[in-house]
């Protein structure tokens, strides 16, 4: 087990890749009130989006640039001296990592593109050069495509990169391709081919439900920056989620051998203000965010927990901000029922024990439920009359 940890930074990319999947448009406005709202958990960068892709992102950066007061803002653009510039307008060169995208595989260069390798370089020197002329000091090479470019490919093409004046290598996980031992693999390669004080950073997709493992193998090879976004939303199948980045880090950071200061309470806040700009965006069990995720129906994990909630409970709900929820449907027992019972004093009644069982409990043909509060009320009322 890894005993020593060391810091990474987290990359907030809800409001460019998370943004620019179908449905989660947002208008400027909205973009600014969900990153300062993102701002204020503690992440290092928030990305404002991608502004020569339209003048609504144009105006988020602006905006965003202007609000920010603890992180850093980032951009995303092509390796082409009109999207530098246009970043530049939009939000400055101060505090502002400029990404600039670089073709990362064959496939890409080939079907993509239609260039040739050493004009990949090529662009990707000049659009470095080209910004550096213009004062940006924070420049990273994202490198699109990464998990399916060669050794052959990528290490000419970071190296002329960070001779032109880069800072970053992002390495993307583009298609969500890869398992984790193949991603941790591509990261501890690049980090020996890199200076020590060169941070790598990651952005993952989820095609296979495996962008939070590989993000996690990243760090645990040597990356420093890993990006996601609020539950996970992105292009297709989205990024690695945010949230539970942050979970695993809050209570595996020694196993996993690194550690992050986003704030945990404040996750689920932010997430609901995602929800409301852009409509619900995680399912019902998805991990901290889903509505079921703290609450229970089964009457085996109810008489657990009901004497104590660590006997089913591993992540703490109001570590995230959430609430305990024990619920009562068709699913649940008599225990839910005697707890009650004993609470209120009529713990010896087993005629309103059977009655309420019956009626809420076996009675139930369907799937709804009600709130134990309900419940307790009910045997109140119940109560009284007898």
């Known amino acids: 087990m890894t005993t020593e940890t060391r810091p990474i930074s987290v990359f907030d ?64 653009n092509r390796a082409t001296r009109e999207d530098i510039t246009l970043a530049a307008e939009a939000g400055g060169v101060r505090n502002h990592q400029l990404q600039i995208m670089a073709t990362g595989s064959d496939v890409h260069l080939e079907h993509k593109r239609g260039m040739s390798r050493a004009e990949g370089i090529r662009e990707i020197v000049d659009s470095f050069g080209y910004a550096r002329s213009l004062g940006f000091t924070d420049i990273t090479l994202g490198l699109e495509d990464a ?26 996980d583009t298609t969500g391709c890869m398992v984790p031992a193949e991603f941790g693999a591509l990261v501890a390669r690049v980090r020996s081919w ?27 090879a040597g990356a420093d920056v890993v990006q996601a976004t609020l539950a996970g939303i992105g292009e297709r199948a989205g990024n690695t989620p945010l949230e539970e980045l942050i979970a695993v880090l809050a209570y595996k950071s020694a196993e996993i051998g690194v550690t992050a200061k986003v704030d945990t309470t404040g996750l689920y806040d932010a997430f609901r203000l995602l929800c409301q700009t852009i ?78 069982y019956r009626e809420y409990i076996a009675g139930r043909a369907g799937g709804e439920c009600i709130e134990l509060d309900e419940l307790r009320q009910v045997i109140l009322d119940r109560a009284g009359v007898r």
């Open 13 to 76: 990319s809800t409001l460019r890749d998370g943004e620019q999947a179908p449905g989660n448009a947002m208008t400027p406005e909205q973009k600014l009130a969900l990153a300062l709202r993102i701002e204020a958990l503690g992440v290092d960068t928030v990305e404002t989006g991608f502004p020569s892709s339209s003048p609504s992102d144009f105006a988020a950066t602006r905006l965003i640039a202007d609000a920010l007061t603890t992180a850093t803002f980032a951009t995303l």
């Open 147 to 172: 998990s399916r470019g060669s050794d052959e490919m990528l290490r000419p093409l970071i190296e002329a990169a960070l001779e032109a004046g880069g800072n970053t290598v992002a390495l993307a």
């Open 194 to 220: 890199l200076p020590e004080d060169t941070p790598i950073s990651v952005h993952c997709h989820n095609d296979l439900g495996l962008a939070l493992p590989n993000a996690l193998a990243a760090v645990q």
């Open 279 to 356: 409509g619900p965006s995680a399912v019902r069990h998805k991990p901290i965010l889903g509505d079921n995720v703290f609450a229970t129906q089964a009457g085996i994990h109810q008489a657990g927990m009901l004497r104590n909630p660590i006997t089913y409970e591993y992540v703490e709900p109001e570590r995230f901000g959430r609430e305990r929820a024990i619920l009562v449907g068709r699913h649940s027992g008599r225990t839910v029922v005697r707890h009650l019972l004993r609470q209120l004093g009529h713990d010896s009644d087993t005629e309103l024990l059977d009655d309420i």
